[in-house]
C-alpha cells in the first residue's frame, strides 16, 4: 500500500533557487539541496496547516533538515518567509497539502483517460475519486479511425495560402569551454557586448569591474578543470548574466548611496578573496 508523498516539480534540480541555495552552502552538487528541501518539504507537509508554522525558528528547522544554515538559504532566495512569529512555507497549497494532492491526482486522470491505456482503471473514469463528478465523456470516433480536421476553405482569388507556425529552432547545448572558444573564431568577446547584462549594470550601477570578478569566478567554475566543466547550456551569456543578477557568488553587497549615487557597492570577504586570486593569477 503506497505512503504519503509529495508533489514535486521534474524541473525542481535546475532551478536558480536551488543552485542558488547550493552556492550559498558551499556545496558542489544540486542533488545534495534537493534532498535537503525534500526533508523541509516533508516537515511542513506533515505538521502544518496552511505552511505556517508558529514558535518555529531558523536554528530548530536547521536541525529538523540536518544543515545548519540552510534555511536561512531558503528565505534569501523566497522559498521561506520569516517573520516574529515563526516560518511560512510560501505557496503551500500548490505543492502541499491534501488539496494540491488531489489536483495531481485528478490531472494524472485525465492524462490516463485521454491515453486510453488499456487495463487503467483511470482511463475508463471508474477510478475517479470523489472530487470528480463522474468518468470523462468518450468522443465519437466514426468507423474510419480517428476524427478528421475540417478540410481548409477553398482560397479566393488573389489570397494567399496561410503559412504554418515555424517551430522554434532550439540552440545546441555545448560546454562553456566550447562557447567561449566559437566567441574566438567569430571576433566576438562572450559577454561584454551581450545587451541584457549591459542593460542591467546600467540600470543598476553595479560597477562593470565587480562583473568582470564575477565572469573569472564563473570561469573557474565552469572552464576545465573546474568542478562543472562538463556542465552544457543553450545559452551560456543568460546562463551568466542569471549569475550576477541573482548574486549567486556574493562577491558584493549594496548599501544606500549618498548624493547622486542611489546605490554603492562594496566587495565582501568572497568578493575580495576572489580579486586578490585574479590579481595572483595575472601575475604569474
Not at 494540491?100 to 487503467?120: L, S, Y
Not at 476553405?153 to 566550447?178: C, D, F, H, N, V
Not at 541573482?246 to 578573496?273: F, H, I, N, S
Request: hydrophobic letters at 35%; glycine letters at 10%; charged letters at 25%.
Amino acid at each position: 500500500m503506497a505512503g504519503a508523498w509529495l508533489k514535486m516539480e521534474a524541473s525542481t534540480p535546475d532551478k536558480p533557487e536551488v543552485l542558488a541555495i547550493t552556492v550559498a552552502m558551499g556545496w558542489d552538487d544540486p542533488d545534495l539541496t534537493v534532498g535537503k528541501l525534500f526533508r523541509a518539504w516533508r516537515w511542513f507537509d506533515e505538521h502544518t496547516i496552511s505552511g505556517n508554522a508558529t514558535g518555529v525558528t531558523l536554528a530548530l528547522l536547521d536541525r529538523i533538515i540536518g544543515a545548519p544554515g540552510f534555511s536561512a538559504a531558503m528565505a534569501k532566495v523566497g522559498w521561506l518567509t520569516v517573520s516574529d512569529e515563526g516560518v511560512t512555507l510560501p505557496n503551500f497549497d500548490r505543492h502541499n497539502g491534501k488539496t494540491a494532492k488531489d489536483r495531481a491526482q485528478t490531472a494524472k486522470r485525465v492524462a490516463a483517460h485521454k491515453a486510453g491505456a488499456p487495463g487503467n482503471a483511470d482511463a475508463n473514469g471508474s477510478g475517479n475519486g470523489a472530487s470528480v463528478s463522474g468518468a470523462l465523456p468518450r468522443k465519437e470516433i466514426k468507423k474510419e479511425g480517428k476524427q478528421q480536421s475540417p478540410p481548409n476553405p477553398p482560397l479566393q482569388g488573389g489570397e494567399s495560402p496561410i503559412p504554418e507556425k515555424a517551430k522554434r529552432e532550439r540552440k545546441p547545448r555545448t560546454t562553456l569551454k566550447t562557447f567561449v572558444e566559437a566567441c574566438r573564431q567569430a571576433g566576438e568577446r562572450p559577454i561584454s557586448g551581450y545587451r541584457p547584462l549591459l542593460e542591467y549594470v546600467e540600470a543598476t550601477g553595479l560597477p562593470t569591474e565587480f562583473v568582470q570578478l564575477a565572469w573569472e569566478v564563473f570561469k573557474g567554475e565552469f572552464l576545465p578543470p573546474g568542478a562543472k566543466s562538463a556542465r552544457l547550456q543553450a545559452d551560456w551569456r543568460r546562463h551568466f548574466a542569471n549569475y550576477v543578477q541573482k548574486g549567486y557568488y556574493r562577491l558584493w553587497y549594496a548599501k544606500p548611496g549618498t548624493g547622486d549615487d542611489q546605490v554603492e557597492y562594496a566587495l565582501t570577504t568572497q568578493g575580495l578573496q576572489a580579486r586578490a586570486a585574479m590579481t595572483h593569477r595575472e601575475a604569474a
